[in-house]
């Protein structure tokens, strides 16, 4: 289960053990939905419009978008800053969970747990997020620039991307976005967990439990449904971010079609809405959506999954 069962035996599960199933459920996950990561971000740094109507858009559609990069660039670019994603997934995925087990446990203990659910899982979810994100955050940034860059590269490896960028950027290029993301972040991850409880909740409403089922089928599709509906309310935000994040990147993307340069969030938004209208806010929304649903349903179920086979073993070593 995720999230502190007071029903449960709280010694199954270490933190160690907890730490460990974040940690890989977030690196199975990033290496299979790599490939839709990339076609999200080259979307959104697109700043003409995703229609084949423009004939100044390079990208107007998933399908477009898999054959333009596979001839380009071959087949490897749709892992295209990999290493630092699988970093970030890595860390993300030890330090959300982690802290996302002792945060409701504390709620619990504090009688805050029971009587207001939904809100707890919302809050801790978010708090987690944000405490995930301020440690992987320079690892972000150095994947959205290796996915964004096209061909020639600018930076041909992960060590050469951190010195050429603190080189000529300075330390704070790798904070860069770290407004839009904090902001996204605690929404996006607290409605993720409460709409995932929620969604069990419902689901064993719908189809009660006889004892037999292992779950795993209902936690992939309750996970699923999380990230659809948690990403559709927040996801402006992420597109703020990675335009923010490739800020003073701009020479890497002249193939891409127009760039444009950006003073914060609040310029971002305005020069957004001004030169792409509201449809702009939204660009990259259904490879994001289709990500964010097997991204979110993978997450929760590799994680509930290894943390099942933990529990198994520390009960067969007793």
């Known amino acids: ?48 419009r995703l ?24 087949l490897a670019a749709f892992w295209k800053g990999h290493v630092p994603a699988q970093i970030l997934s890595v860390g993300y995925g030890a330090v959300q969970f982690l802290s996302f087990e002792e945060l409701t446990e504390m709620l619990y203990r504090a009688n805050l747990y029971d009587t207001h659910e939904f809100s707890a ?9 944000a ?4 440690a992987v955050h320079p690892v972000d940034v150095l994947r959205t620039r290796l996915a964004a860059q096209g061909e020639p590269k600018i930076y041909n490896n992960l060590r050469e991307a951190v010195v050429t960028m603190y080189r000529t950027e300075g330390p704070t290029v790798f904070y860069k976005g770290l407004a839009p993301t904090v ?5 996006y991850a607290g409605l993720q967990f409460s709409f995932y409880r929620s969604l069990k909740l419902a689901y064993d409403w719908v189809i009660p439990p006889d004892g037999k089922q292992t779950g795993n089928l209902k936690n992939l599709l309750c996970g699923c449904g999380s990230g659809v509906i948690s990403k559709t309310l927040t996801y402006p935000l992420d597109l703020f971010k990675k335009r923010l994040q490739v800020g003073g990147f701009e020479q890497a993307r002249s193939t891409f079609g127009q760039v444009r340069s950006y003073r914060g969030l609040l310029d971002c938004t305005k020069q957004v809405l001004q030169d792409e209208g509201t449809k702009g806010f939204f660009k990259g929304l259904s490879p994001s959506l289709l990500k964010a ?3 979110t349903g993978f997450m929760f179920f590799w994680y509930e999954f290894f943390c099942n086979l933990f529990r198994c073993i520390r009960r067969e070593d007793r």
């Open 1 to 48: 289960m995720v999230g502190y069962d007071a029903k449960a035996d709280v010694k199954a599960n270490s933190k160690l053990d907890v730490a460990v199933a974040g940690s890989v459920s977030g690196f199975v996950t990033r290496a299979l939905i790599s490939p839709l990561d990339v076609i999200k971000i080259r979307f959104q740094l697109q700043i003409e």
């Open 51 to 74: 229609c084949r109507s423009d004939p100044n858009a390079k990208y107007h559609g998933i399908i477009q978008a898999c054959k333009q990069i596979l001839q380009e660039e071959g």
């Open 121 to 129: 899982h919302f809050i801790c979810g978010g708090l987690s997020a």
């Open 131 to 134: 405490l995930a994100t301020l």
């Open 183 to 187: 902001i996204a972040i605690f929404p």
């Open 293 to 295: 649903a097997l991204s």
